[in-house]
């Protein structure tokens, strides 16, 4: 008789606790909901406390729109050789010094190097006809002799994003000896590959790149990001907003969220000609990896380049592949080199948590061992 | 039929393959729904699902020639059309002989090829410094190398000169 009753209370206390777990569950989101309706009216006020940038600083050199910040550490410096952030010329800078915790820029000051970081400006119209070659043999070398000549030292430690490290590479390549090591993050450099859509889009068969100049001049901030938000449609637009809305509740999610929200859509137009060259020279016909990439009266030779390089990307990135950025290893001359790729985004590579916690400080410890 | 009709219909067939692919595909993501586990799990577990397969369908359908197409179409289409507006503002600014941004764009221009024509001037004067200095490093070099050769022997011939001087000294010494 047990054995015919025992199957159906158990169903029937199955059933019931279903039921207790589904009751509760509701029970749950419907707090949770009405948490996240509560803090709906705070996210202005959060939005206004957003900081562009953390670490103390002081601006040191000035040139045109370009400016050259100075991170002012606690003590001395350790080292003499100075380091030098360079960034893209698509987005502001502020993203290497994002916030307390999310902060390259933070990382090397604190393990004691003269750190500066360079804010290309927003181009104005009149900037239009600005080469790459103005931006590598002009204002960057301009940075490196006064960089140099306030350190009293020869050389210099860059560190390029993005097209900021296709551009140091650029440097590098030109004036090695001014370079002592290279530090490269998420940095295109062969652009055969048609893993990323952005290489997909700029094919010759489909953008006129010199109509699309001629006519813009220099290229909107918007274009760039809608091209951007293009590359991940879903994620960007769908996801996103529905995350924000399941974690509005929780401050540090928050806070998070808009710091890179604010940096994301803070776009400056890039300077027609460059935007030009490097989708022609770079994006079309691949120049830097044939060592045929013209720079004014320079051809950019890679194999010129001798100092130590560490070359980080990142594995899911959907701006610059790894295929884009691997290359450069095997296409230089230094001995010394190493690669790091990391499990993150384009971005994620930078400010992520786990970057942050485990990838800088190796980074860190990389240069630390290289420079004097 | 024509080639852009084909084309248009091709475009058409694309995003039309878009959309039953997607919905197809979140089908299959529906059907996985197991009514034990807590609703806001089930639904959170399934709009991941949903959304990562629309993710997939739509960066397959970017790759697409025919999406290529249609957004090679559309770029060329405002470019065209923000030609037009200029060029009929460059005519309104001419008639009021106003400048219009084609004429500042002029002015950037001659400016640029100015300021080029001078650093390459300055540039290669720059590379002919350089050579001096370098050519004047040699020569100073050829100078340091001579004096130094010439300075032992100057040395042996002081000594010489010398010598017959402590001769004499020690000479004169006696009648002292």
New interface residues.
């Given amino acids: 008789m047990s054995t015919t009753t025992s199957p159906n209370i158990d169903k029937k206390t199955s059933d019931e606790a279903d039921w207790e777990a589904w009751q509760t569950s509701f029970l749950n989101e419907a707090f949770t909901n009405l948490r996240r309706f509560t803090s709906i009216p705070f996210l202005a006020e959060k939005m206004e406390r957003v900081r562009k940038g953390v670490t103390p600083r002081e601006i040191i050199y000035e040139e045109d729109r370009l400016k050259v910040y100075h991170y002012i550490g606690e003590g001395e410096p350790r080292f003499k050789t100075p380091l030098c952030f360079v960034f893209a010329l698509v987005n502001r800078p502020y993203i290497m010094d994002l916030k307390e915790g999310r902060s390259i820029v933070a990382n090397y000051v604190k393990a004691g190097f003269d750190t500066y970081l360079i804010d290309w400006g927003t181009p104005t119209r009149a900037e239009r006809f600005l080469t790459t070659d103005d931006y590598v043999n002009g204002y960057l070398l301009n940075v490196v002799q006064h960089l140099r000549e306030r350190n009293g030292s020869d050389q210099v430690n860059l560190l390029g994003y993005c097209m900021g490290g296709t551009l140091s590479t650029m440097f590098t390549a030109i004036h090695q000896d001014l370079v002592k090591n290279l530090v490269l993050l998420a940095t295109g450099i062969d652009f055969s590959t048609r893993e990323g859509l952005i290489n997909l889009w700029t094919d010759p068969r489909f953008f006129d790149v010199d109509k699309f100049v001629d006519t813009m001049g220099n290229i909107p901030a918007e274009f760039l990001q809608a091209a951007f938000l293009m590359l991940k449609p879903i994620a960007n637009l769908v996801e996103k907003p529905i995350n924000l809305m399941e974690n509005i509740h929780r401050d540090e999610f928050v806070d998070d969220y808009l710091h890179m929200e604010t940096w994301l859509n803070d776009n400056i137009p890039v300077p027609g000609e460059v935007y030009r060259e490097f989708a022609k020279y770079l994006f079309q016909q691949n120049l830097l990896t044939k060592n045929r990439m013209p720079l004014g009266r320079h051809i950019v030779d890679l194999r010129k380049i001798t100092c130590p390089l560490l070359n980080l990307m990142a594995r899911n990135d959907d701006l610059v592949p790894c295929s884009q950025t691997e290359p450069l290893n095997d296409l230089v001359s230094s001995t010394d080199k190493e690669k790091i790729i990391w499990p993150a985004g384009h971005i994620g590579l930078a400010v992520s948590g786990r970057a942050q916690k485990d990838l800088w400080p190796r980074a860190v410890d990389w240069l630390v061992q290289r420079t004097d | 039929m024509s080639d852009n009709m084909n084309k248009g219909f091709d475009q058409v067939a694309a995003f039309q393959r878009l959309w039953t692919d997607s919905f197809a595909n979140m089908a299959s993501v529906w059907s996985q729904f197991t ?7 089930e639904i959170r577990k399934m ?1 991941g699902g949903m ?1 990562k397969v ?2 997939e369908t ?2 397959e359908y ?2 697409t020639p025919q999406f ?2 249609m ?2 179409g559309s ?2 289409g405002a ?1 065209d059309l ?2 037009m507006a ?1 060029d009929g503002m460059n005519r309104v600014h001419e008639q009021f002989e106003n400048p219009s ?1 084609e004429d ?2 002029g002015v ?2 001659a400016i ?1 090829h100015v300021e080029r024509r001078l650093l ?1 001037r300055l ?1 290669g004067l720059d590379d002919r410094v350089a050579n001096l200095d370098e050519k004047i490093d040699k020569v100073d070099q050829r100078i340091a190398k001579q004096e130094h050769a010439i300075e032992p022997r100057g040395q042996t011939s002081k000594n010489k000169a010398e010598k017959p001087a402590a001769t004499t000294a020690a000479k004169h010494s006696p009648s002292i």
């Fill in positions: 009514p034990g586990s807590p609703p806001s799990d709009r959304l629309l993710a739509w960066d970017m790759r290529m197409e957004m090679k770029l060329n470019i923000k030609r200029r941004k500042i764009d950037l221009m640029r390459d540039e």
